[in-house]
């Protein structure tokens, strides 16, 4: 494990959140959504430590179970658009319930750059999926 991944997980940590370490940088942990369609269902969440970090943040975030149909591009814009597997995509996914979201934190550079900071992200992407959200998208998710 890097000095950045250990700065990352000390951060998750002081958060109240029990991180675990994957290979190739990626830090797994339990999240409850607190906004959106999924308000107070428990995910998974995967975050790649960049190799940067602090200066970058993760590039997305890599959720399980699949709450999104995998559609890199449907022109039907976010939540929908740039779900993609994530095989491929360095989190090991041998039965296929990972998603990776396509997601990046544009505002990164006017926070603080900490973990915190990627969390209020996370809470934003989440409240996205509204409870509009087609429920066949759904189906096709699962």
Do not use: C
């Not at 969440?45 to 940067?52: C, E, F």
């Not at 890199?72 to 994530?86: E, I, L, N, Y």
């Amino acid at each position: 494990m890097s000095e950045r991944t250990d700065d990352f997980v000390a951060q998750l940590r002081a958060l109240a959140h029990e991180p675990e370490l994957r290979p190739n940088e990626f830090v797994v942990f339990d999240y409850e959504v607190e906004v959106g369609k999924h308000t107070g269902e428990s995910v998974k969440v995967g975050l790649q430590v960049p190799a940067d970090w602090p200066m970058s943040p993760p590039s997305g975030p890599f959720v399980s179970p699949r709450l999104l149909p995998i559609n890199p591009s449907s022109g039907r814009g976010r939540p929908w658009d740039a779900v993609h597997a994530a095989h491929g995509r360095g989190l090991d996914d041998p039965r296929g319930v990972w998603e990776y979201w396509s997601r990046p934190f544009t505002a990164w550079p006017r926070t603080d750059r900490s973990v915190k900071a990627y969390l209020r992200h996370l809470r934003t992407l989440f409240a996205e999926i509204t409870q509009a959200a087609d429920e066949d998208d759904e189906a096709r998710a699962a």
